[in-house]
């Protein structure tokens, strides 16, 4: 049986920087914990963040820039959280890769797990196009990368 990662937070768990959850009660999502096949995952608690902790976003670009060096993951405290960013995506692949795990369900916006959109870096609110930090280097090594939306579509590529 196929295993699929999920963020800890769409699974109720209150992992959130605010110290809250994002619970997903997608029916498909359910059938999956029904079957055995969730992996829960929150790439920021796994390098050692404390929850709650300060809200962070990327400046200056996306995950792939920040994985190439060239961005920055900031608090809105001016604290630099880069190297936590990093090792939180570094361990989320280590799971993926111990469980063969080829589809993740990650929060969609978020700096870490964003797969479409991510914040402007500014802490405005705004929304931008882009990926986040742990998204960017599970899709560099083959993990397809889904949000809590677009969930029938990684049951689709499954044949779920």
């Known amino acids: 049986m196929e295993k699929i990662l999920v963020s800890a937070c769409l699974l109720g768990n209150k992992v959130r920087y605010n110290g809250k959850d994002l619970l997903c009660d ?3 999502l359910l059938q999956w914990l029904n079957e055995g096949r969730v992996i829960p995952f929150c790439p920021e608690v796994s390098a050692g ?6 809200p962070a976003e990327i400046q200056h670009g996306g995950g792939d820039n920040v994985l190439t060096h060239q961005a920055r993951v900031i608090a809105n405290t001016g604290d630099d959280v880069t190297a936590q ?3 939180g995506a570094e361990n989320t692949l280590k799971t993926c890769q111990d469980n063969q795990i080829r589809i993740a369900i990650l929060t969609e916006s978020s700096p870490s797990c964003g797969s ?3 914040y402007n870096g500014q802490f405005s609110g705004t929304k931008v196009t882009g990926t986040g930090v742990t998204t960017a280097l599970l899709m560099r090594h083959g993990i397809r990368v889904f949000s ?8 689709a590529l499954i044949g779920y």
């Open 49 to 54: 963040l404390p929850t709650p902790r300060a």
């Open 85 to 87: 960013f990093i090792a």
């Open 26 to 28: 997608e029916e498909i």
């Open 116 to 118: 479409t959109t991510i």
């Open 148 to 155: 809590q939306h677009s969930i029938r579509d990684a049951a």
